[in-house]
């Protein structure tokens, strides 16, 4: 087997053993012996809250889906916990506050997909909760197609393509699943590894050669202005910046990430009428966002900017509003016992 056909079989090695420690920190009393692992709370990530779909051998993206009943079981389970669901551009001032000694969760959106207005938005209705759905521009505007669903598309309705990868087009075999699993993840690592732009537009033709639109899945997909503007009606929805075009910030020219930052952030204004309060950073791990894109959203006033780097709310994530990290409620770790085991902390020190 080579390193490209191994990298799928690693990949779900590496998730069997995130899922072995959270099955493990639930059955054990490890989070009662370590109450102060918890910190002062945790922000969670979501993308897709979609209901449960019949199971397929090929499904790259199933990491970004819950269901709304799954979502229903995080917003208890936090409240079993005595945690206080806040909107997150007001963490920064409540964590301030000496005097306030509650635990706080709040609930965060990535991208606008239509299924969280939909089928999140009335879960959060019915308990009350206030949620931040981030907004990229370029998806609103049906301008930027969204590269993993595309790939996942591609690789899912061919049984090989023609790709350049950088040396020249070659043919990708995507016949059997091991093979479309390949296929993406080696899809997935040009887009983060060239020119993100160049890497997208490559996918997006390899896409159309197979009669698939790249902007038909954005449109399938992605709320667009009007949808957005219906939402806003919601008191309990706040909507912040994720870029104009969903672009790794840490790999462009110090131009194009005040563009990406002050661009997204009119736009969001000009769709709901309100500036945006907070920024996700696109992807968001530690390659993505760092010191300069931490000091950019600060310069640009944003009270709070959230990364995907796992961990809790603690004095050191407090320190740096514009770098907060987020616990991701994933497509494959489904069960009350995961989120329990998310909230008390300890996944972020001992796994």
């Known amino acids: 087997m080579d390193l490209v056909a191994l990298k799928p079989v690693m990949k779900r090695l590496k998730y069997g053993g ?3 420690g959270l099955e493990a920190i639930a059955l054990s009393r490890a989070a009662s012996l370590f109450p102060a692992a918890a910190g002062r709370g945790v922000i969670f990530t979501l993308h897709h809250v979609l209901p449960k779909q019949a199971p397929t051998r090929f499904d790259p993206n199933a990491i970004l889906s819950i269901t709304p009943e ?14 206080t669901p806040a909107h997150l551009h007001e963490l920064p001032s ?5 005097a306030d000694k509650r635990k706080f969760v709040a609930f965060t959106l990535d991208d606008g997909y239509r299924d969280n207005a939909e089928f999140a938005a009335p879960v959060f209705r019915k308990y009350g909760v206030p949620y931040t759905i981030f907004i990229t521009a370029g998806f609103v505007e049906r301008s930027r197609s969204i590269w993993w669903e595309t790939a996942a ?3 899912r309705k061919a049984s090989s393509f023609r790709f350049d990868f950088g040396h020249g087009p070659e043919r990708v075999k995507a016949a059997t699943t091991a093979q479309k699993f390949a296929a993406f993840d080696r899809l997935a690592s040009f887009v983060g590894t060239a020119d993100e732009d160049e890497a997208v537009r490559r996918l997006d033709d390899a896409a159309a050669s197979h ?10 997909l992605i709320m667009n202005a009007a949808e957005l503007r219906r939402l806003a009606n919601d008191p309990l929805v706040h909507f912040g910046a994720h870029t104009l075009t969903h672009v790794n910030l840490r790999r462009v020219s110090a131009e194009r990430l005040l563009n990406e930052i002050e661009g997204s952030t009119l736009a969001v204004e000009k769709y709901v009428g ?3 309060r907070s920024f996700s950073y696109p992807y968001g ?7 300069r894109e931490a000091l950019a959203t600060a310069e640009a006033d944003f009270p709070v900017a959230v990364t995907t780097q796992p961990g809790v709310l603690d004095p050191s994530s407090i320190a740096r509003p514009t770098m907060l990290p987020r616990v991701s409620l994933n497509g494959l770790y489904q069960k009350k016992r995961h989120v329990a085991a998310l909230l008390s902390g300890l996944p972020f020190r001992f796994m």
Do not use: H, K, Y
Not at 94 to 98: H, S
Not at 211 to 220: L, Q, S
């Open 94 to 98: 409540l964590l301030a506050d000496p």
């Open 274 to 276: 309100c500036r945006p």
């Open 18 to 20: 995130i899922r072995a």
């Open 153 to 155: 598309a591609l690789t």
């Open 211 to 220: 009669r698939i639109d790249p902007m038909a899945i954005v449109e399938a």
């Open 70 to 83: 799954f979502l229903e079981t995080a917003i208890l389970t936090s409240r079993e916990r005595g945690m």
């Open 285 to 291: 791990w530690s390659s993505a966002a760092g010191e």
